[in-house]
């Protein structure tokens, strides 16, 4: 099990778009998936998932009227 910080983000589209709502959070995960597909389990399959150059794990989601991204960094 790794050791991660979460930030996560919710920008609703019809309201407070401008503001994200932003989450911090830390938590020791045997694998990021399950931590989004726990918050997600009916669109788990709809997040994108991207590793970025510096190690981050980054998952991200917009149905259209509420975008949804999970940002992971290994402690």
Not at 25 to 30: C, D, F, I, K, N
């Amino acid at each position: 099990m790794k050791e991660y910080e979460i930030v996560a983000k919710f920008c609703n589209a019809c309201a407070g778009s401008g503001r994200p709502e932003t989450f911090f959070e830390e938590a020791e995960l045997a694998n990021t998936d399950d931590f989004v597909r726990m918050k997600h389990s009916k669109d788990f399959d709809k997040f994108k998932k991207e590793i970025l150059d510096d190690g981050r794990i980054l998952y991200t989601y917009d149905n259209g009227s509420v975008s949804y991204s999970y940002e992971f960094t290994e402690l």
